[in-house]
């Protein structure tokens, strides 16, 4: 070969490695994106890819789905009540944050309403999901269906179900029906946020109705009254012999 051609080559080489090691610094320094938690890369102390250490722990990726256990709809003159009752399996994790979607479906299969709200549930926890006021005429309705989106996993150790205790439950069986009593904060914090539940069943046994209230912050070891009011329309020309009213139920949940 070629003397000079040789020497070209070797100083061509040399700049274009010199070229490659300033681009190489630049984008260390300034292009490189930073280690994160979804990068698809186990760095940064992780124990796995994109979980422990800095991440979520590992275990959320075996966390199992929560369960539905059934979906019900009931009518309120033209409007309906949806009520499901689901289950977290996992016992110790729960979610303080989860997002839910209900689609409303009509005889022939047809998406025909959607409604998403966001709830929490602790962990191992059976909890009802009701939306008293929905937008649907109950006779268009085929089907109900659930599902769940955003779920925000914490670890029971963080997350622990606070203790609650209702007194006083009285039932005014006149139209319009109400549930009231009083609500005890049994913690030693106060309760951002009272979800009060109550259901109506008839004399087989089978749920027939449901609404709720929601109360406001409650402070350790303190009471708050609760009403929850039923709609009249829930009952077929206003009758309510069918209500085994001592059947009737009271959910609470709460959360800190």
């Keep these: 070969m070629d003397r000079r051609l040789l020497k070209q080559i070797i100083y061509l080489s040399g700049y274009l490695a010199a ?9 260390l320094i300034w ?10 890369v186990q760095n940064q102390g992780e124990t796995g890819v994109d979980c422990g250490g800095p991440c979520a722990s590992c275990e959320i990726g ?24 689901i289950k977290n399996p996992n016992l110790v994790w729960g979610a303080d944050n989860f997002s839910y979607t209900f689609d409303v479906y009509d005889i022939s299969d047809n998406k025909i309403y959607t409604l998403t709200k966001s709830s929490f549930i602790y962990a191992g926890e059976i909890k009802y999901l009701v939306e008293p006021n929905v937008g649907v005429d109950p006779k268009k309705i085929g089907n109900v269906k659930v599902s769940f989106s955003n779920i925000n996993w914490k670890s029971q150790e963080g997350f622990l179900r606070p203790e609650t205790q209702t007194r006083e439950i009285k039932t005014e069986q006149s139209l319009p029906i109400k549930i009231s009593g009083l609500v005890l904060n049994n913690n030693s914090y106060s ?18 109705g449901a609404s709720k209230t929601e109360l406001g ?32 139920q009271i959910y609470v949940e709460a959360i800190r």
Excluded: H, M
């Design 19 to 27: 070229i490659f090691l300033v681009l190489f610094v630049i984008y």
């Design 191 to 208: 309760l951002s946020k009272l979800n009060v539940l109550g259901f109506l069943y008839n004399q087989k046994g089978n749920l027939i």
């Design 217 to 248: 912050g409650t402070p350790a070891f303190e009471e708050e009254q609760f009403q929850i009011t039923f709609p009249a329309a829930i009952f077929i020309g206003g009758a309510t012999s069918s209500i085994d009213f001592s059947k009737t």
């Design 31 to 40: 292009l490189k994106p930073a280690p994160s938690c979804f990068d698809a």
């Design 62 to 85: 075996t966390l199992a789905p929560f369960k539905v256990s059934w979906v019900k709809n009931f009518p309120v003159g033209g409007r309906s009540v949806i009520i499901a009752e």
